[in-house]
């Protein structure tokens, strides 16, 4: 297995500085529902959420878990909820924030299911594009970094469950696939 790395974690804290920038200017509100969708998102979620306090924004921070993936490295397709959110978010301001749009399979799935809750609006931030490989045709509200259709992990992205602690963005080449 060779890890590669493509995105250091001094190139995400910026682009993270840059991406609050955008929200700040794009926002109709300072009071904001960061939605975090589990587990891919966590360590994103938690740098987005400091950098939005830094910029005076007021959160409500939650999480919903959905699976897409099985613990290899091609999408099943099929979305299931495995983890609720707790809060109300009607006539709120939602940002979700995830780790990659891949097939957006995903976040198609989750976008349907938080406007079903009414939301005052609703926004996209994904750290990683990869649209290569888009089946839905929807482009996140921000992007951190587009990528190329390899399999990354690390900084919240898993292979089997392995490297989401790695603070990079690293490419997985399985050895027989060389
Ligand atoms: P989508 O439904 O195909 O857009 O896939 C989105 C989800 O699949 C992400 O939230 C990730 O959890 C996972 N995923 C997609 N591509 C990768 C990758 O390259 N590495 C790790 N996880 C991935
Ligand atoms: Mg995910």
């Known amino acids: 297995m060779i890890l590669e ?27 904001l529902t960061v939605v975090g969708l589990l587990k891919g998102s966590f360590m994103f979620m938690s740098d987005m959420v400091r950098a939005l306090h830094n910029r005076d924004f007021h959160l ?5 878990g959905v ?22 978010l009607q006539d709120s301001h939602i940002l979700l924030i995830d780790d990659i749009m891949d097939t957006g399979n995903t976040i198609h799935f989750v976008l349907k299911y938080l406007m079903a809750k009414k939301p005052a ?7 990683l594009d990869k649209s ?6 929807y482009k996140p509200d921000f992007i951190g970094f587009s990528v190329p259709n ?16 790695l603070p990079y963005i690293a490419t997985l080449t399985l050895e027989e696939e060389k």
């Open 132 to 137: 290569e490989r888009r089946i839905i045709d």
């Open 5 to 31: 790395p493509i995105i250091s974690e001094h190139e995400i804290k910026s682009r993270i500085d840059a991406l609050v920038q955008d929200i700040v200017e794009s926002m109709p509100s300072r009071k």
């Open 67 to 88: 699976s897409s993936y099985g613990s290899g490295t091609t999408s099943t397709g099929e979305i299931k909820l495995i983890h609720d959110l707790s809060v109300p």
């Open 150 to 165: 390899e399999f990354v992990v690390g900084y919240g992205l898993d292979y089997a469950h392995h490297h989401r602690e």
């Open 121 to 127: 609006s609703l926004k996209t931030c994904v750290l």
């Open 60 to 64: 409500i921070v939650d999480f919903m």
